[in-house]
């Protein structure tokens, strides 16, 4: 193809209704989970429309850098429009031919792109535009992608399903993603929430179980936990049961408080999406809860529960372990689970209340443990600010106290090993060394900076000496970035 039409075409490709043009995704801010979780969804909760499920797919993988995986993607949404939407193929094709456009130009096949903007274009100069057009279902289809995407999207999906409800506001599917995408922004004080558009929703779908349970999780909300619990129970007793309904009603029972029926429903959720980081970490917040409900319940009944207490624990730690294996933040999935670990020791240590039958560890020595268990996860991070780690109370006559850096099988940790700062840092703060802990909190921040995935590391350091160490990089005791705190 000539550099003319290549020029045309990059006039014309910015005007197509698609994923290129929607403002999605920059391509070095792709999630890295986000290809699992899209495959992992059934439709978010439209199962009826797959297709929209391959050409979201096919965005993401162009921006991975894989076009040809990308154009399998779309072919078999465009089979799969031509399946299910017979009668409005045309119009449903729009968005698949337009990012069929935009991965060909990518590729340099600019005859191909043009081949489908044809297309685009003998759709939609039937109409006003030669090359986009007004229509509710692709406002639809922008506000269900833009709800994939999460976070800073839901308002623009939002505007989308309200948008598309003006032309045909008894539509089921526009009902169901005005309700989401209102429900997601629930959390935030300045939009209010009406719950009778998850209530008109339902009417229009009556069998859509997602909307069901966050109805469920609203009226919970409201004070209305029995009519939430009934709304949970007929969506999780239909089958097949989507891992998503599933996930949402294991928070309502763990709201409840109901943590083994919570535990039993993200266990369910997680045969259906295995080796979900996400769920693991949920379940081992369960655990955690259940060791909580245990110990508030009093001393002498956590005394007798203690063996139980230890069992949750190291459930607890199980699925912490696979959900930072899976991707989940360590920072925060750490930082709950090792309070329990130290909060019932560090009472004992520091009230003398241990068990007569139990021997006595010190709250450093879990950590030791807990942290040695954790060695094999290769990105971990600083469980909490120095606030949070008691002092030691231990008399100063029986010496400081040791814990040797060692991994699971008894070798000593090399300093440049992941966590291997902070668990100097807390044996220091442990015997009251604050600005030695300090020192070492610094030495494992620059660590993290330095090979976080954000990149923020390379603001920070500009130097071939990035991989050498936290003094070697700028960021040592007494840097600038960082003060200790005075004693």
Not at 152 to 166: D, M
Not at 328 to 335: G, N, T
Request: with cysteine.
């Amino acid at each position: 193809m000539s550099e003319v039409n290549k020029n045309s075409l990059e006039k014309i490709l910015p005007q197509l209704k698609c994923h290129f043009t929607w403002n999605l995704l920059k391509k070095d801010g792709v999630l890295h989970d986000l290809e699992d979780r899209v495959c992992n969804q059934t439709e978010f909760v439209n199962t009826e429309f797959p297709a929209r499920t391959y050409n979201f797919l096919a965005y993401i993988k162009h921006l991975n850098g894989h076009n040809e995986a990308a154009l399998e993607c779309l072919r078999r949404a465009e089979e799969l429009v031509q399946r299910e939407h017979s009668d409005q193929a045309e119009i449903r094709k729009l968005v698949t031919w337009g990012n069929y456009a935009w991965v060909y130009y990518h590729l340099g096949r600019f005859a191909d792109a043009q081949m489908y903007v044809d297309k685009v274009k003998q759709v939609c100069e039937k109409f006003s535009n030669p090359y986009s057009m007004e229509c509710p279902e692709l406002d639809c289809e922008e506000g269900w992608t833009l709800l994939k995407c999460g976070g800073k999207h839901n308002e623009r999906a939002k505007v989308c399903f309200k948008k598309a409800l003006e032309e045909k506001p008894k539509n089921p599917e526009f009902s169901s993603g005005l309700a989401i995408a209102t429900y997601c922004l629930d959390n935030q004080p300045q939009k209010p929430f009406s719950i009778d558009v998850l209530k008109q929703a339902l009417e229009l779908s009556p069998d859509d179980q997602y909307i069901r349970v966050l109805l469920a999780l609203k009226l919970q909300k409201m004070n209305e936990e029995a009519e939430g619990e009934r709304l949970v129970a007929e969506a999780v007793g239909n089958t097949p049961c989507p891992a998503e309904v599933l996930r949402n009603a294991a928070t309502f029972y763990k709201n409840k408080g109901d943590l083994d029926k919570a535990i039993e429903l993200f266990l369910r959720a997680s045969e259906s999406i295995p080796n979900n980081g996400y769920l693991y970490y949920q379940i081992a917040c369960c655990y955690r809860a259940k060791v909580k409900q245990i110990q508030n319940a009093g001393e002498s009944e956590a005394s007798k529960n203690r063996e139980k207490i230890e069992e949750l624990k190291k459930y607890a730690i199980d699925y912490v372990i696979k959900a930072t294996e899976k991707g989940v933040d360590p920072l925060h999935a750490y930082s709950d689970v090792t309070k329990l670990l130290e909060k019932e020791d560090y009472y004992q240590t520091r009230f003398g209340k241990e068990h007569p039958n139990t021997e006595r560890r010190q709250p450093h020595q879990q950590y030791c443990d807990f942290e040695g268990h954790l060695g094999k996860s290769e990105n971990t991070a600083v469980q909490r600010d120095l606030e949070d780690v008691p002092s030691s109370t231990k008399p100063a006559e029986e010496g400081k106290m040791k814990c040797p850096l060692q991994n699971r099988a008894g070798n000593h940790l090399p300093q440049s090993a992941p966590n291997s700062w902070y668990l100097q840092g807390l044996v220091h703060k442990l015997n009251g060394e604050l600005l030695q802990a300090a020192e070492c909190y610094e030495k494992e921040l620059g660590y993290l900076l330095r090979n976080s995935p954000t990149g923020i590391g390379s603001f920070l350091w500009q130097s071939p000496e990035l991989g050498q160490g936290g003094e070697e990089a700028g960021w040592g005791p007494g840097s600038p970035a960082l003060r200790a705190p005075q004693a």
